[in-house]
């Protein structure tokens, strides 16, 4: 994500505590074909989703191979609408919303045949199927049907006058870790998401006149009635969005044999766009490693802050004030979120800093090195100031890196999660070298690919690239030490 505006303290969380039914299912067993933890597609995801009148209808098959643990008893999935009910414990939002949504979960079966019980936590952000002890390597199809009500809003998901954002729409699996699914409770500071990558094909129904931005590839649409049915696939992405508006221009074009597509409202300087997103993409494979999906999709958007990343999908803001530099992180994005991901809960300073320093990358290639060194100059001072501010008042807050989503307030999160940490990068850079930094991070990428990495792999790879220790550096800036600070 990329801020645009402040917004309130961050308020203190709880753990909620998850409330299970006792449920008996029988269980459908397959072998995983001879897939494993190392290996993609253990996820899918088959949808249909109508759209109508501010409301979804959907069904949902998610089909899962457990490489978890022997005698896997239960599947969670993040209920992350309910983070827009009025009442949500964890809200998505900061401030009253004209109205609110939410996600009713109405039946849950295995396969399509036999009924399972079904809980939701307290907050109701997290969907419990206890199932059947699952065998490692076996596989299970879980059908669900859910209704799903849109709030109008300007946040990640929601309805703004012709404008529909279904992003984090349906039920998705939690993440495993330790043992057990992870519950990850809503915050309006960061991005409380987390997943593997999956496999999606997504059938949506909506009105014939929307014009339909999406993370997936088009299989094919077809008209019924008043209604376009348009069925998409997309795979090993993190996550799944559709952008749909009636006002939307479609500009495209081909970039190394991908369809990069350019959602706007009639942008006056639509080529001058179209170039800063074709350059990233160049910029950004050339540094770590080719861009590996086969569409982009760059989606002007009401949002309430500058940019959101999906896979193969980013939000821009129609009121961005630099289009330049918010397009430049959000495709970043692609590489430090979707084609390798980090733990953007407790370590956010991975994807985020990655992704603002790339975006100094970005300027560094087509405007040479006194942009970079301006970008990467305004950083350091404002979070020079930002540190000296801090010891100078001896506000006692903590300026380590290694923190969570849920430890910092707003500012905080800006200061350290996107600058501290872009200015660490940019110290690794410009101590390693532009060829070793290369060479280490594409291995990294390479390495990583649709999968999890941490900033250990990172550093591994960087110390083999560099042929000395960088580590230390890194676990400097990690902690209190910042190097540009006297
Ligand atoms: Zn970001």
Redesign the pocket.
Known sequence: ??YKLMRCELKKLYIAMIIMLSIIGVICITGCVNKTKNETKLISYKMNVAYAENQIVGTQTTTICNYYKEGLDKLCFNLYPNAYREDAKFPSFDKAMESYGGIEIETVMLNDKDKLQFAVNDDKNLLIVNISPLKLEESISIYMTYTLTLPICNLRMGITDNNIKLASFYPQLAYFENGEFRNDPFTTIGDPFLSECADYDITISAPSDYIIASSGTLINSNKEGDNQIVNLTASNIRDFAIVMDKNYQVTDSIWQNKVIKYYHYGDENVDKTMKIITDSMAVYSDMYGMYDYPTLSVVVTDFVDGGM?FGRLVYISSNDSDLETTIA??IA?QWWYSMVGSDSIMTPFI??GM??FSSMLYYKSIYGDEAFESKLNAVCDSYSLYEKLQKMRQTGVSLELNKSIYDYTDYQYQMLVYQKSAMMFGHIYQTMGKEKFKKGMSNYVKKYKYKMGNIDNMIEELNDAYGQDIGGVVKGWQNACCYYVN
């Open positions: 994500m990329l990343e992180h959000e994005h994807d985020e992704a603002t």
